[in-house]
C-alpha cells in the first residue's frame, strides 16, 4: 500500500472513531429527552422544577430540594477545594524542591485514581464522625460531602492550574523582580493573574465533577428529600436521588428520575459553556 493510500485508511478510522463519539453522544440526549421531556411536561415543569416533596407511592415529583443540594454540596466543595488546589498547584509550580517535586506530584495525581467509593468510605468513617462528635447531629450532612469531594476536585484543580503557572513566560516574573517584588509577590499577584484563564478552567472541571459524582455523596450526605437548613443537615443531590431509585422505579417513576438526569445534563451543559468561554478568554 502507497502512502497515499496509508494516508486514506487512517483519515477514514479518524472519521469513523469521532463519528462514533458524536453519535453515541447523540443517542445518550435522544433517550433522555424523549424519555424524560415528556414527564417533565406531564408532572408540570414549575411543580417539577420548585415542587419541595419528593414521594413517589402518591405520584409527586418535586426536585427543588436535590437541585439546591447539589448546589450546596458542589459550592462547599469549590470553597474548600478550590483554594487548597491552587496553593498546592502554586508551591509544585514555584516553591517546591527539587528533590520533593516528584513524590509530591505523584501525591496529587494518585488521589485522581482512587475509586470514587474508596473516598466515600473514607468520608464515612472519618470525616461523618468527626462532624458527629463536634458538631452533633449524624454527621451525614452537606459539611461532609463538600470535604470529600473538596478532596476528589484537588488533582483536577491543582494539575490544570500547575500547568497554567508553568505556561506564563519568564519574563513576567524577571520583571516584576526587577522593579523590586519579592518572589511571594511575583508569584502571587503576577504570575497567578497572568494564569488565571487557565485556573478558571480547572476549576470548571472540578466543579463539572462535583456536580455530577454519585457514590461518594450517597455515602456520606444523608439522602434526605427535603430542602438543608444547615451544613451539618443531611441532604440529597440529583445524581444520588437517579441512583437509589433507578432500580425499582416504573412507569412515571421512572421517568421522573430521567427527567431529573435531563435537569442534570443542563447543568454541565452551562459549566461547559463556562469553560469554552473561559478557553476563549484565555485564548
Not at 472519618?126 to 476536585?153: F, Q, Y
Not at 470548571?204 to 459524582?213: N, Q, S, T
Request: proline share 4%; glycine share 12%; hydrophobic share 55%.
Amino acid at each position: 500500500m502507497t502512502g497515499a493510500g496509508k494516508e486514506n485508511v487512517m483519515k477514514y478510522v479518524f472519521l469513523s472513531t469521532a463519528c462514533l463519539s458524536v453519535g453515541a453522544v447523540i443517542l445518550i440526549c435522544f433517550f433522555m429527552f424523549s424519555n424524560g421531556i415528556p414527564a417533565i411536561l406531564k408532572i408540570g415543569f414549575s411543580e417539577f422544577i420548585f415542587g419541595m416533596r419528593w414521594n413517589p407511592d402518591i405520584e409527586v415529583f418535586g426536585i427543588f430540594p436535590m437541585i439546591v443540594g447539589s448546589i450546596a454540596v458542589t459550592l462547599g466543595a469549590i470553597i474548600l477545594g478550590v483554594p487548597l488546589g491552587v496553593i498546592t498547584a502554586v508551591f509544585l509550580a514555584r516553591f517546591c524542591p527539587k528533590k520533593l517535586y516528584v513524590p509530591f506530584k505523584r501525591g496529587v495525581e494518585l488521589l485522581a485514581g482512587i475509586p470514587s467509593v474508596v473516598y466515600g468510605f473514607v468520608g464515612l468513617t472519618a470525616v461523618v464522625p468527626l462532624i458527629r462528635s463536634t458538631a452533633g447531629g449524624s454527621g451525614s450532612s452537606i459539611l461532609a460531602a463538600s470535604i470529600v469531594l473538596a478532596i476528589m476536585i484537588l488533582p483536577t484543580i491543582t494539575g490544570t492550574s500547575e500547568a497554567a503557572l508553568r505556561a506564563v513566560p519568564a519574563s513576567y516574573y524577571e520583571g516584576s523582580v526587577a522593579l523590586g517584588a519579592c518572589k511571594e509577590r511575583s508569584v502571587f499577584f503576577v504570575e497567578l493573574k497572568a494564569a488565571r484563564s487557565g485556573i478558571v478552567a480547572g476549576v470548571i472541571l472540578g466543579v463539572g465533577r462535583a456536580i455530577g459524582e454519585t457514590m461518594a455523596v450517597i455515602m456520606v450526605a444523608g439522602n434526605q428529600a427535603v430542602l438543608p437548613r444547615g451544613l451539618t443537615k443531611g441532604v440529597r443531590t440529583m445524581t444520588a436521588n437517579i441512583v437509589l431509585e433507578m432500580g425499582y422505579a416504573a412507569g412515571i417513576h421512572r421517568q421522573a428520575l430521567i427527567g431529573t438526569a435531563v435537569v442534570l445534563f443542563f447543568f454541565i451543559l452551562v459549566i461547559n459553556l463556562i469553560f469554552m468561554l473561559a478557553k476563549k478568554e484565555g485564548r
